[in-house]
């Protein structure tokens, strides 16, 4: 059961142009979303962050919207620069009993950036 | 230093070894993780340390085992591995209590089993 999903395994974009990366989720639980980068060969690099309690967080040409009602967020990139191609990932956090926290991940959404 | 570091890189092993992989970090962080990735698919959680004590066990099989030596090493060991479990194993630290749950994740080890 795939709690967080990246509908769109890649999307191309031209520079300069806005990307624009989605992710539902179905667990009406999880209390913050963050948005994580990966390059080959890399572990993935946290990128942008939202509480569930705001519908918009903003950290220079990274923007996340988050939706409660719909169970979705996007990840807006403007401008897009061919630095921005990587792998990005969609994640949500959950308590589990006895208090601890899980980040449940996304498959992955392939950005690839056209000079 | 913002960094987790894994070793090896990458790791051949036949169903009957014994092997070990590694991760150190040195921000502090008090909770440490063990996640699996195969390819196309997500990271998924197997093991958590906080304070260097075992918190959540995924249901991850007994042939790999977790153990963290001091607040700034995690280990996983492994033994008679199949070859479903080639896959990369990221590890990951953490602050503990704050709100913002920023995983700091090593590169991993790409791990082959024959």
């Known amino acids: 059961d795939q709690q967080v999903k990246q509908n769109s395994p890649s999307l191309s974009v031209q520079e300069g142009r806005i990307s624009i990366l989605n992710c539902d989720y179905t667990?009406?639980?999880?209390?913050?979303f963050l948005w994580y980068k990966k390059y080959p060969a890399e572990g993935p690099t946290f990128l942008i962050s939202?509480?569930?309690?705001?519908d918009k967080n903003e950290d220079g040409r990274f923007t996340v919207f988050l939706n409660k009602s719909a169970k979705h967020l996007s990840l807006h990139i403007v401008p897009s620069q061919p630095g921005d191609s990587a792998v990005y990932f969609c994640?949500?956090?959950?308590?589990?009993?006895?208090?601890?926290?899980?980040?449940?991940f996304g498959i992955g959404t392939k950005l690839q950036v056209i000079p | 230093d913002t960094e987790v570091t894994q070793t090896p890189k990458h790791l051949v092993m036949g169903m009957t070894n014994k092997k070990s992989l590694k991760c150190e970090q040195h921000?502090?962080?008090?909770?440490m993780y063990w996640y699996k990735q195969k390819a196309k698919k997500p990271p998924e959680l197997m093991f958590v340390?906080?304070?260097?004590?075992?918190?959540i066990n995924e249901s991850v099989p007994s042939r790999f085992s977790p153990e963290c030596p001091n607040s700034s090493l995690l280990n996983l060991h492994l033994h008679a591995l199949q070859p479903e479990d080639s896959a990369l194993y990221l590890c990951?630290?953490?602050?503990?209590?704050?709100?913002?749950?920023?995983?700091?994740f090593g590169s991993g080890t790409q791990l082959s089993v024959l």
């Open positions: 990951a630290s953490s602050p503990l209590g704050g709100a913002n749950e920023k995983l700091f």
């Open positions: 921000m502090g962080h008090r909770a």
């Open positions: 939202i509480s569930s309690i705001k």
């Open positions: 667990n009406s639980m999880f209390d913050y």
């Open positions: 340390y906080s304070y260097e004590k075992l918190s």
């Open positions: 994640a949500a956090r959950g308590v589990l009993s006895g208090g601890y926290q899980k980040v449940t």
